[in-house]
C-alpha cells in the first residue's frame, strides 16, 4: 500500500453528503480519522478538516463548509467498530465537545508504537517509515487550514495522515501478540481515556506555570484569578494567555493585595486591554482574601529530596537499558519524576504520594516492580558492558 499521487478521496462540503456518508459508517469493522485544525488565535481550536479512512472509502470533511458535525462524531462514539488515530488528544477532545462521550474502543498508534519498542511518542511520518518502510510528504505542515479553497496539494497532504493508519494498525498489533501485550494496550489506552475525561471534567488551573511552592492563600488567588482569564478568554474568544499572562498572574497573587493602586503597579497590568479589567482583577483577588482558611485549596507535594533525586535519576537510567532490551519505550514506562513517586511509596517515607503512583500499577508494575525492588535491596547490581551499545547497563544478580 504506497502512496500515489492518483489516489482517490471523497470530498465532503455538506449537510447531505454527510449524513450520506456517516450512514455507511455504521458497517465498517474501523475508523481512522485525524484532523486539522487551527489554535492560535482562538480559546478553543478551530477544527478546519476532518480526513476519515475505514479501509473502503476515503474522505475529507469540510469542518468549516458542512454545518452540523454531529452526525459523524456519534458515528464515532456508536457501533462497534474500532477506533484508529495517531496522538489522538486533539480529535478526542474535539468529540468530547461535540457528543460529550468518547469511541468504546480506541486504538492510538502513537501509544501502540512505544509497547513494541519505537521511541515515545513518535511522529506519523516515523510510523509510516519504521513500521511500514514507507515515507510521508511533509510539505503542508504551516498551511493556513481556515483558508478556503484548499489546494487538490493540501488536501492530498490531509489524507495522507490517515491514508496508512489501518495498516499501521494491524502491523504494530501482530507484534504486540507476539509479545504478548494486547491486554497492555487495551489497559494503557483506558488509562489514558481516563486521564483524558478527568482533565477536561476538572479545572486545569495548576497548570499555571511558577505556581510551586507558593502558599494554600496564594494559590487561592492563582485560582480565582485563573478562572477570571478562562471566562474572560471564551467570551472574547482568544488564547487565555493572550488575556493575562501566567507570570502576571502568579506575580498578582504572591502580592495578596485587592487595592487597585498595587495591582496597577505591576509591570505588564498597564496594557489597555487589562487596564480596563482592573476592578474584576481586584474583585477576583479579593474573593480569595476572604475565603476562610480551610478552603484555600492545598499546596502541591513537596519537592522531592535529594536522596529520592539521586536514586530516582540512577532507577532511570536503569529503566532506559531495560526498557530497551524489552522493546519498549523508555518515555511511555514513565519518567524521572514517575519514578521519585515510585521509591517514595515503595520506601513507605514521609514524602509518599498520596495515590499509588504509576509504576506501581497494572502492566508497569509486572514489567519493572521486581527489578527494582532487587535494585532497591541489593539483590541486583549494574554495571557497564559495551559503552558504544544501545544498552550499555547490564543488570547482574
Not at 161 to 170: H, K, S
Not at 305 to 333: D, E, K, M, W, Y
Amino acid at each position: 500500500m504506497t502512496w500515489k499521487d492518483s489516489v482517490n478521496y471523497e470530498s465532503i462540503t455538506t449537510d447531505a453528503q454527510l449524513q450520506e456518508f456517516c450512514q455507511g459508517l455504521a458497517a465498517c469493522s474501523w475508523i481512522a480519522f485525524d484532523t486539522e485544525f487551527v489554535s492560535e488565535n482562538s480559546y478553543r481550536p478551530e477544527l478546519c478538516l476532518i480526513q476519515v479512512n475505514t479501509g473502503e472509502r476515503l474522505a475529507v470533511i469540510d469542518a468549516l463548509e458542512v454545518h452540523d458535525l454531529r452526525p459523524f462524531w456519534r458515528a464515532i462514539i456508536d457501533g462497534s467498530h474500532e477506533t484508529i488515530v495517531h496522538a489522538g488528544r486533539s480529535e478526542m477532545d474535539f468529540c468530547l465537545l461535540a457528543v460529550d462521550r468518547l469511541p468504546k474502543r480506541l486504538f492510538d498508534v502513537q501509544i501502540a508504537a512505544g509497547l513494541i519498542g519505537i521511541e515515545f511518542p513518535a511522529g506519523y511520518g516515523t510510523l509510516v517509515s519504521k513500521v511500514l518502510g514507507e515515507s510521508s510528504q511533509k510539505a503542508e505542515t504551516r498551511t493556513d487550514w481556515r483558508k478556503r479553497p484548499l489546494s487538490k496539494r493540501q488536501l492530498d497532504y490531509a489524507i495522507q495522515d490517515v491514508y496508512y493508519l489501518g495498516l499501521i494498525r494491524d502491523r504494530i498489533f501482530s507484534q504486540l501478540e507476539e509479545l504478548g501485550r494486547q491486554s497492555w494496550i487495551k489497559e494503557e489506552t483506558d488509562s489514558w481515556c481516563e486521564d483524558l475525561l478527568r482533565a477536561n471534567s476538572s479545572e486545569r488551573w495548576r497548570r499555571v506555570s511558577g505556581n510551586s511552592g507558593l502558599d494554600r492563600r496564594t494559590l487561592a488567588i492563582v485560582h480565582e484569578l485563573w478562572k477570571w482569564r478562562e471566562g474572560e478568554a471564551s467570551h472574547r474568544d482568544q488564547p487565555a494567555r493572550r488575556v493575562l499572562r501566567d507570570d502576571l498572574i502568579v506575580e498578582l497573587a504572591k502580592r495578596q493585595s485587592a487595592d487597585v493602586k498595587r495591582i496597577r503597579a505591576v509591570r505588564g497590568m498597564e496594557r489597555g486591554d487589562l487596564a480596563r479589567k482592573i476592578g474584576d482583577i481586584a474583585s477576583c483577588i479579593q474573593r480569595a482574601l476572604s475565603l476562610p482558611d480551610d478552603q484555600c485549596p492545598p499546596r502541591a507535594p513537596r519537592e522531592p529530596t535529594p536522596q529520592l533525586s539521586v536514586l530516582g535519576q540512577f532507577l532511570f537510567a536503569a529503566l532506559s537499558s531495560i526498557c530497551r532490551s524489552a522493546q519498549l519505550a523508555p518515555n511511555l514506562v514513565g519518567g524521572p519524576n514517575d519514578l521519585r513517586d515510585w521509591i517514595a511509596w515503595r520506601l513507605a517515607s514521609t514524602d509518599r504520594p498520596r495515590r499509588v503512583p504509576k509504576l506501581a500499577c497494572g502492566w508497569r508494575a509486572e514489567f519493572v516492580g521486581r527489578i527494582f525492588d532487587d535494585l532497591l535491596s541489593g539483590k541486583t547490581s549494574i554495571r557497564i558492558g559495551d559503552p558504544a551499545s544501545d544498552c550499555p547497563l547490564i543488570l547482574e544478580s
